[in-house]
């Protein structure tokens, strides 16, 4: 173990938060299993602040928790992403008397709290090329928006890996945006996995039986984290209007978050209880029969990294009609496997979900992209990008 590394990440390792950045944390886990140690937080009665065994999934790792965290999804007083800042440097001396001296990390926060550790190989991985702080609900952080990047950029200086899960554009849009900062730093394109154990095909019928949909129409799913950023309302407003398509269609929010009581209040308004609901946060494999259960996946995102459902849905064999983020022109042909939308318009959107519905070869295209995501090629993808541990054995 004294050859492995540390994955360093404010989630339990099992699924909370919901997200693509907990999923690729749980990828990471999964793909060097007896070469990881973990750090990150607690949602139990476990203890805080020492190492101990942890079994996930079976398998029993090395687990430090940070902090304990309920899971909820409402407005805390101090931002999350300060506590878990301050709570990391806190355990500096105990994290590292475990003896790992390198470390994965993908939070911006943990990695500034760290990235002075006198590590050995230290890899950062963006989740997304996006400050953090430009969607922040909070006043003042949108006030020092400005600061962030030139903080972070700086800290950057201090990994020899630096990953990102973002497209080709999206990672000439984060050169031009360090304002020199990043000048002659070599960032490499490093898309996010998924786990195909869990996201495959399945029998559609069956997979509806799984999920209690019994109707005939069109089932379309949006898969994340409701919040203001993956774009729920502009969903909601372009599935109105594709019921003029296909009168008998059902929508599913599959996931949950900090905006759900607004979502399902404007449910209601628009009359649509009987065809749009909210499965809240549930298990992967459930997920997964959702996206089976589907007709079509839509990611109506102001921005992403490179997105985990979007990965999922591939697996599945999935349609998908989506907003034009990092990752999509790599992951939809247009007009085979699905629409970019580049227009932030619901009609517009509406009108390529109906057009989605009918593609006759989507599924075949999807399941052949999705190959390029797989965790199964992670371990040897890393270790090739990543030296440091390219010596370790397999």
Aim: with cysteine.
């Amino acid at each position: 173990m004294a050859h492995g590394f540390l994955i360093i990440e404010a989630c339990d390792f099992q699924g909370y938060p919901g997200g693509g950045q907990t999923q690729q944390a749980i990828m990471l886990m999964k793909a060097f299993v007896e070469k990881v140690a973990l750090v990150g937080i607690t949602t139990d009665d476990s203890p805080v602040g020492r190492w101990l065994e942890r079994k996930i999934e079976g398998q029993s790792f090395p687990y430090f928790s940070i902090g304990r965290h309920r899971k909820r999804f409402s407005r805390a007083p101090i931002p999350t992403r300060i506590v878990r800042y301050f709570e990391l440097l806190r355990y500096r001396k105990p994290i590292l008397a475990l003896g790992i001296k390198r470390a994965l990390i993908q939070s911006p926060e943990l990695f500034m709290a760290c990235s002075n550790w006198g590590w050995e190989s230290l890899c950062y991985w963006f989740p997304g090329v996006n400050n953090p702080l430009a969607s922040s609900r909070y006043r003042w952080g949108k006030a020092f928006k400005a600061l962030f990047p030139q903080l972070f950029f700086r800290a950057l200086r201090n990994a020899d890996v630096l990953l990102a899960g973002a497209d080709d554009r999206n990672l000439r849009c984060l050169k031009e945006s360090s304002g020199g900062l990043l000048d002659g730093i070599n960032i490499l394109k490093f898309p996010t996995r998924f786990d195909s154990d869990i996201f495959y095909p399945m029998d559609r019928t069956e997979a509806r039986q799984r999920i209690n949909f019994a109707r005939t129409g069109p089932g379309i799913a949006m898969v994340g984290r409701i919040s203001r950023e993956k774009g729920w309302e502009f969903l909601l407003d372009a599935f109105k209007l594709f019921l003029s398509y296909k009168p008998d269609a059902n929508m599913f929010f599959v996931g949950d978050g900090e905006d759900r009581k607004r979502l399902e209040r404007r449910i209601k308004k628009y009359g649509l209880d009987r065809c749009v609901s909210v499965t809240g946060l549930i298990a992967q494999r459930e997920v997964a029969a959702y996206l089976n259960a589907t007709d079509l996946v839509v990611v109506g995102s102001l921005a992403e990294g490179w997105s985990t459902s979007m990965a999922e849905a591939l697996a599945c064999g999935c349609t998908i009609v989506s907003t034009d983020v990092s990752g999509a022109r790599d992951m939809i042909v247009p007009g085979v496997n699905g629409f970019i939308i580049e227009e932030r318009s619901p009609r517009v959107f509406a009108e390529a979900m109906a057009r989605a519905v009918r593609l006759p070869d989507a599924g075949r295209v999807s399941l052949e992209l999705s190959q390029h995501y797989s965790v199964r090629t992670m371990k040897r993808e890393l270790s090739a990008v990543w030296n440091a541990i390219a010596g370790d054995d397999a």
